[in-house]
């Protein structure tokens, strides 16, 4: 069994590896790449980028039941064959539908992969070694956050299609290496429910679950206050100071945010096995908002680093301990939906950007607008602790037997 265990999740957690790395190959140019070689307006690129967003999240109301239904192997696989057909067909793209196509994929493949992981890394990993394990997987995705961007601007010389076409052989890969690792271990199938799946039996979730419906709004918050990084704080900086010294600021700033996970990753993990992972979320969620409201409160780079430093352990604190939660609060054979429900936190990926950049507009210097958007944050420190003790409240009568 151990040697079981370490083979399919070493795998897992390779392929999780591979698969942001690839993204983070090319989505972050994807928007300076539409404008270079296309000439869209802001518009247009911004409605590529909200399509894969909100397909994204219209999948995770749907999805979940789905991956509790059928074995998750082939439902990894085909969301993998998404993502391969996405990237295949990116370079062939000449008109705007296109790209519009091109995103939509992108978010429902998305949507069927990311909580498929976590749904395998649950089920092929013993209980005990879970916290592990999803702690590995958020360090895997951070280090491929991190290097995967710096490496895409050396590779970029060979033309952006190119890139695009690298990145669909290794989905390729993923593909034969899942097939090949479940060939030879099968997964045990976990007994799902035998009714008919209705696509709004997620909904009936949120509907008997309080405990988790809040929780979901809790992400929602969290969601919020973590997107306003790349999108307001860096139109912030380009607004503060002239371009050089913005994107100099920037690059600062995001190596501060990558060493910051790799140095208190470790930590954070150790602290995992003191506190409650309600308390974790608290605290991070906390962190997370003294961190926006500090960066407008100066505009000098060496307090913006500072800020940065506190709204990354925060960030640290929370999306190491989600995962872990999430899975605490359902059975085996509904993990599928409790992890895609999880993706109806980016409402608040999608609603912070706008606000945000309402806000910049609206409102004269940087103080007030992060004052807001930090006040709207923290509001998950108490929908945590309110998911928390209704699922308390629930619970009490059955401890015991």
Known sequence: MRSKFNVVTTTILLSIFIARFGTFLVLPYLTLFLLDEFHYSSFQIGAIISTLALSN?????????????????????????????CYFYFPFIDHYAGFILFAAILGISQAIVEPTYRVLLSLYTEPENRRLIFNIRYFLINISAAIAPL?????????????????GFIFLINIVTFAVI????????????????????????????HAFSVFILALI?????????????????????????????????????????????YFVY???????????????????????????????????????????????????????????MCEDHEKGTYFALSGVKSIGRIAGPSLGGYLLDSLNGGGMVFTIIGLITVLAVPSFYLSNKVRRDLNAPIQHH
């Open 182 to 209: 479940f060939k030879k271990y099968p997964m045990k199938q976990v007994a799902a429910d035998s009714k008919k799946i209705s696509i709004f039996q997620s909904f009936y979730v949120f509907k008997k679950d």
């Open 221 to 265: 918050f969290i969601s919020f206050g973590y997107s306003q990084f790349d999108s307001t704080f860096s139109q912030y900086l380009g607004i503060t100071f002239d371009y050089e010294l913005a994107i100099k600021y920037f690059s600062w700033l995001i190596t501060t945010n990558a060493i910051t996970v790799i140095v208190i990753q």
């Open 151 to 167: 490496t895409s601007v050396y590779f970029q010389q060979f033309g952006m299609e190119k890139l695009f076409f690298a990145v």
């Open 57 to 85: 999240l219209f999948m995770s109301f749907f999805i979940g039941p789905y991956i509790d239904k059928f074995r998750k192997d082939k439902v990894i696989i085909t969301g993998l064959i998404g993502y391969l057909g």
């Open 270 to 328: 150790k602290l995992g096995e003191i506190i409650s992972t309600t308390t974790s979320l608290m605290i991070g969620s906390s962190l997370l908002s003294i961190g926006l409201f500090f960066f407008g409160q100066s505009e000098h780079i060496f307090m913006l680093i500072i800020a940065m430093v506190i709204f990354t352990a925060g960030e640290v604190l929370v999306f190491t301990m989600v995962d872990i939660h999430i899975d605490d």
